[in-house]
């Protein structure tokens, strides 16, 4: 294997409901061997848990699947492969709908794998039963608090069973809920031959990962320096060079907008990041003070320097359970004195509330008076007499039909209070289900992963 | 000295970690992270969000990034699918670290 080897890894998708532009814009604008696809956010799985239910054959990301059909022909003529944790509880079903769209769209000659295993939904009981106590890792609480309202189980799988699934010579591969830099980090293993016990290569592939995750968040995405950013319209999503050593290039193709500076690069390096020399991962754990970062040319960014250590034992877990309700309705409030208006208007709903028998307790109520600094409170000064508002008030509870009730004395608040009230869009609010988010542990003994390869 | 807003001397972004969030921030150069190292203690934001966040205020150091990261414990009224909030991932929580005001002095601003 040449040492000066690369390999180019692109993530087209940052989360669930993400532009389409990214992967149709990244196989056609320039050079890239793998494309990565970030589905899984923690509320995701619970989402895609209710449409199993309601259909066995759902569960999973279908835009992901009605994408894959556009951007296959290109993939199959440039040799791109796809590794996507769409999969969300129903490898499956999604694998079978990606054998549908290859064959509707009269192509050939694709293997396609599914990475099974890191669902543990069914398996919570006798898990329980074999010693995992599924504690919730921010707060300490038992499972037993909510074992019996928990929709949706699953384990952060690692790099291995992707790996896996190239080595049988996969050109798509979908995951349930794989930790998203190990998306990244198989294809480099594959490549370069990397062994798993090499833990700086290890943590080299799951911080490029980390930096591609989110998509343009890299490129000049929610940059706080973003009047340098040119043309922010054609943003270009983010593609890595990697080389066998473990170092790497962040870039994006040519004439597309965004920028790659060290900054933008940093920033997104600072995202949601913790304890920095303790970034745990299922493959690894990263140390952030290690990363050497430079500009190497224009929107070009030379990462190098990364050191690991072994994983621990454990693999995260990641639950949710049904935990109440909430309904939230907005209207806006014209001035002069708007925020005592607002103050009015809420205190009106819940007496009004009140008359149709329901009781929304103090702490369960919620109200939140937009103009007035709800995003900056303390940090700047408020304006005081806000010519314009929005006053978002909505309540928390276990029962959906009293919160339904606050939703029906919203609108009548226009014709019934004090003056200047307006903007009411999208129809009488409803009570949402809210979906409790448990993060816990397993023992890396208790879970087995496997791949299944179908050619089509 | 300039009395001047952490704009004009870093960049920052933030997310959420559970019920609370962090906020990273780069210092523009080596000599300004050392003075946002030895200013920007976890006190001096734990005050300065004591309206936002409620619970502790825990600072990592990365001088190979000229960067600090904060974490910001019981932030986000709730966890981030639970609450009511707006901003319900702390995703303003970077730029609102910005507005803070340091005295710097001269001679760091003008390498800024």
Known sequence: ?456 | MARVQLFSIAIARSGDKGAGSNVGIMAKTPELYEFLAANLTADVVKDYFKEICLGEVTRYELPNLQSLNFILEDSLGGGGTETLITDAQGKVHGPGLLHLEMDVPDALLSAA
Request: charged share 25%.
């Open chain 1, 1 to 456: 294997m040449s040492s000066d080897k690369i390999v180019r890894v692109a993530n087209a998708q940052g989360f669930w409901g993400d532009s389409l532009l990214g992967p149709l814009r990244l196989v056609e604008e320039g050079p890239v061997d793998y494309l990565t696809f970030d589905y899984l956010a923690e509320i995701t799985m619970s989402i895609m848990q209710k449409q199993k239910m309601r259909d066995p054959n759902a569960g999973y990301a279908r835009d992901f699947v009605s994408m894959l059909s556009m951007i296959l022909p290109t993939c199959k003529a440039k040799g791109i492969k796809v590794i996507a944790n769409a999969g969300g509880v129903n490898p499956r079903g999604c694998l079978e709908a990606i054998e549908g769209v290859i064959r509707e769209a009269g192509l050939s000659g694709f293997k396609v794998a599914i990475v099974e295993g890191d669902d543990i939904f069914d398996r919570i009981d006798e898990l329980v039963g074999s010693g995992e106590t599924f504690a919730n890792l921010d707060t300490g609480e038992a499972l037993s608090t909510v074992r019996d309202r928990v929709t949706a189980a699953n384990v952060y799988i690692g790099a291995k069973p992707i790996v896996e699934a190239l080595e049988e010579g996969a050109d798509i591969i979908v995951t349930g809920r794989a930790s998203d830099p190990s998306l990244v980090l198989a294809p480099l293993i594959y490549e370069f031959g990397w062994s798993m016990d090499d833990y700086d290569k290890m943590a080299a592939g799951t911080i490029m990962g980390h930096i591609l995750e989110c998509g343009a968040q890299c490129t000049g995405g929610n940059y706080t320096g973003w009047r340098d950013v040119p043309d922010y319209a054609n943003i270009g999503y983010p593609v890595a060079e990697a080389k066998a050593d473990g170092s790497f290039v962040i870039t994006k193709h040519e004439n597309t907008g965004g920028l790659v500076t060290v900054e933008t690069v940093t920033s997104q390096l600072l995202y949601e990041l913790g304890d920095p020399e303790n970034y745990l991962g299922p493959d690894c754990i990263a140390d952030f003070t290690s990363i050497q970062v430079a500009q190497d040319g224009e929107n070009r960014v030379a990462v190098s320097g990364i050191k690991g250590r072994a994983p621990t034992p454990t693999y995260k877990v990641s639950m949710s359970y049904a935990n109440g309700y909430k309904i939230l309705g907005t209207l806006c409030i014209a001035g002069p004195d708007a925020i005592d208006k607002a103050n009015l208007l809420a205190e009106m709903v819940f007496k009004r509330v009140a008359r149709h028998g329901v009781d929304i307790p103090e702490e369960d109520r919620f109200l939140e008076l937009f103009g007035t600094n709800v995003m900056y409170k303390g940090l700047v000064p408020a304006n005081d007499q806000p010519h314009e508002l929005m006053m978002r008030l909505g309540a928390r509870g276990e029962d959906r039909k009293a919160l339904d009730v606050i939703g029906t004395e919203i609108v009548p608040l226009i014709t019934s209070g004090p003056p200047g009230i307006t903007g009411f869009a999208g129809g009488r609010p409803r009570a949402t289900e809210v979906v409790g988010y448990w993060p816990a542990l397993i023992d890396k003994e208790k879970v087995s992963t496997s791949i299944l390869v179908r050619e089509v």
